[in-house]
């Protein structure tokens, strides 16, 4: 299991899975997941209760379009060719309202439910080449008590380029969309979402960005994503006296995004990795015009283990 505790929302986050792998040879496992997801935003309940009212009225800080995200996740995975990885399985979501009692008061739903079955497709068709993702989930209305009904799809492609040993270029780059806008659901994709929970050491930073607003994840019926880092043992800090014989790995970052209604988003940053900490600096961009800095840093304390 994993655990965090994000301290401006003050909310924690859990992810516990239950895994038994029957096929080692062909990455065959069954597994359940019980988690919460990240908070996400629904903009048309706040258009919903402003149509109920005659007169406009200053939601701002109710915090009425924010939804707690728990979830269960059932999956079965295989390699069925030595080119193509399959997982499928069902998702069932559940989402209340942060703010219940005002919710309550406007006479709005306090809980949305789907239940969605899914399909995620892993491509290698060639040795040396990227890898090639596509994840399909729609709803299905009425089941499990399930009142959203919605159809999405992404693609997603990686890519590790080794220049030699110790020089490392990741590129990646994905799209997706919502295809069912018949009716009033959350946009909760796979593949571009925010992390609360980091996987591991091997440079969760790659293929995220970092200083967005938590917002643009939830407002967009599509997307169009891409990132890029170089990696080496020997860019700045290295070179630095004391603190360089610490370093063992620095890199440079670069995202883009397209979404809907907003002009170009990109960030560039720079992180050093020790044998027990990370450490990142951050800035954001709308075409030229420079957004937000941001630091950021993790701990890893049983690498050796």
């Known amino acids: 299991?994993?655990?965090?505790?994000?301290?401006?929302?003050?909310?924690?986050?859990?992810?516990?899975?239950?895994?038994?792998?029957?096929?080692?040879?062909?990455?065959?496992?069954?597994?359940?997941?019980?988690?919460?997801?990240?908070?996400?935003?629904?903009?048309?309940?706040?258009?919903?209760?402003?149509?109920?009212?005659?007169?406009?009225?200053?939601?701002?800080?109710?915090?009425?379009?924010?939804?707690?995200?728990?979830?269960?996740?059932?999956?079965?995975?295989?390699?069925?060719?030595?080119?193509?990885?399959?997982?499928?399985?069902?998702?069932?979501?559940?989402?209340?309202?942060?703010?219940?009692?005002?919710?309550?008061?406007?006479?709005?739903?306090?809980?949305?439910?789907?239940?969605?079955?899914?399909?995620?497709?892993?491509?290698?068709?060639?040795?040396?080449?990227?890898?090639?993702?596509?994840?399909?989930?729609?709803?299905?209305?009425?089941?499990?008590?399930?009142?959203?009904?919605?159809?999405?799809?992404?693609?997603?492609?990686?890519?590790?380029?080794?220049?030699?040993?110790?020089?490392?270029?990741?590129?990646?780059?994905?799209?997706?969309?919502?295809?069912?806008r018949k009716t009033n659901y959350f946009l909760d994709y796979t593949n571009f979402h925010d992390q609360n929970l980091p996987e591991g050491w091997d440079d969760d930073w790659t293929g995220h960005f970092q200083l967005i607003d938590s917002r643009w994840y939830n407002t967009s019926k599509y997307y169009v994503r891409g990132h890029a880092s170089y990696e080496s043992p020997l860019l700045v800090c290295s070179f630095l006296p004391i603190i360089g014989r610490y370093i063992e790995t620095e890199r440079f970052y670069l995202s883009m995004l397209s979404i809907q209604h907003t002009r170009a988003y990109s960030e560039i940053g720079y992180g050093a990795s020790t044998r027990l900490v990370s450490i990142g600096a951050f800035a954001s961009f709308l075409n030229t015009k420079i957004q937000d800095i941001g630091f950021k840093f993790t701990f890893e304390l049983f690498r050796k283990w």
């Not at 996400?40 to 939804?67: R, T």
Request: glycine content about 4%; overall charge positive.
């Open 1 to 180: 299991p994993r655990i965090g505790y994000n301290v401006k929302i003050k909310q924690f986050f859990h992810h516990t899975s239950l895994k038994m792998t029957y096929n080692p040879k062909r990455n065959g496992y069954a597994e359940i997941t019980v988690a919460n997801g990240n908070r996400i935003s629904n903009e048309s309940v706040i258009e919903a209760i402003k149509n109920n009212h005659n007169d406009p009225q200053d939601y701002e800080g109710k915090d009425l379009d924010y939804f707690k995200d728990n979830y269960i996740k059932v999956h079965n995975n295989i390699v069925a060719f030595d080119w193509l990885e399959i997982m499928a399985g069902v998702v069932y979501h559940i989402r209340r309202p942060v703010n219940v009692a005002d919710m309550e008061k406007e006479h709005m739903p306090t809980v949305y439910r789907s239940f969605a079955p899914a399909i995620t497709l892993h491509l290698t068709p060639w040795r040396k080449g990227p890898v090639l993702t596509f994840n399909y989930e729609r709803s299905l209305n009425n089941v499990f008590g399930s009142n959203l009904q919605y159809e999405r799809i992404e693609m997603d492609a990686s890519y590790k380029f080794k220049l030699d040993r110790m020089h490392l270029v990741n590129l990646k780059a994905g799209s997706g969309l919502y295809t069912n």
